[in-house]
Nanobody, 128 residues
Framework: QVPLVESGGGSVQTGGSLRLSCSAS????????MGWFRQVPGKAREGIAT????????FYADSVKGRFTIARDKNDHTLYLQMNNLKPEDTATYYC?????????????????????WGKGTLVTISS
């Protein structure tokens, strides 16, 4: 198991910023990619950003490209999501996820069924 714990959610106004963190207590070289997903009640979970732990390649959903940045700190086993210029449609529960099965670099880690470890989520609310 690779327990993942998200933090940093909260409420901000439109145009504001938040930084989410995901602590992986036993972050491992066998984690090929990590990512951020979000879900609104009644809708499918959406992959928004992923980073490959080997070379650091990143991929983003069009909905957040240019506004969100995914990064990781190998020293303290933490994944981050910097979210800028937030919009009301960004309101969702945000989840951290990891994949331990090998995959080539690509956008596969934006697909929730491809990830096998999940955090419990942190709520982000953007008010207009």
């Amino acid at each position: 198991q690779v327990p993942l714990v998200e933090s940093g959610g909260g409420s901000v106004q439109t145009g504001g910023s938040l930084r989410l963190s995901c602590s992986a207590s036993r972050y491992s070289y066998t984690t090929y990619c990590m990512g951020w997903f979000r879900q609104v009640p009644g809708k499918a979970r959406e992959g928004i950003a992923t980073i490959y732990t080997g070379g650091g390649s990143t991929f983003y959903a069009d909905s957040v490209k240019g506004r969100f940045t995914i990064a990781r700190d190998k020293n303290d086993h933490t994944l981050y999501l910097q979210m800028n210029n937030l919009k009301p449609e960004d309101t969702a529960t945000y989840y951290c996820a990891a994949r331990s099965r090998y995959t080539n670099v690509g956008s596969v880690c934006l697909v929730d069924s491809e990830m096998n470890y999940w955090g419990k989520g942190t709520l982000v609310t953007i008010s207009s």
